[in-house]
């Protein structure tokens, strides 16, 4: 089976950065996706950004030029980087992957556990 397991959240005073890191273990053939989303208190869980094994890369609008996800193919680990850190931004972090076991498997979807960030002074 897959896990995910993120880290890097933290108390960050407002104007600050995080980097949070999500690293998938078990059977991995190829991670064709990875995003991160959010889920702040009493609001439901949202995408922050995303990519593809295609290249694609996808920002929502609030943490355009704020946020940069990337990854380490060869460490099947993903990476969100958060600057300019707002109290709006305070939530858990989630990371989810599309990860094909063995080749030529479907894809399946995985998510982890969470990660909490917070932007307070």
């Known amino acids: 089976q897959v896990q995910l397991v993120e880290s890097g959240g933290g108390l960050v005073q407002p104007g600050g950065s995080l980097r949070l890191s999500c690293v998938a273990s078990?059977?991995?053939?190829?991670?064709?996706?990875m995003g991160w989303y959010r889920r702040a208190p009493g609001k439901q869980r949202e995408l922050v950004a995303l990519?593809?094994?295609?290249?694609?890369?996808k920002y929502v609008d609030f943490v355009k030029g704020r946020f940069t996800i990337s990854s380490d193919n060869a460490e099947n680990t993903g990476y969100l980087q958060i600057n300019s850190l707002k109290p709006e931004d305070s939530a858990v972090y989630y990371c989810?992957?599309?990860?094909?076991?063995?080749?030529?498997?479907?894809?399946?979807?995985?998510w982890g556990q969470g990660t909490q960030g917070t932007g307070s002074s």
């Open positions: 989810k992957a599309d990860i094909s076991a063995v080749y030529g498997s479907s894809r399946e979807s995985y």
């Open positions: 078990g059977s991995i053939f190829s991670v064709n996706a």
């Open positions: 990519f593809t094994s295609g290249g694609t890369t």
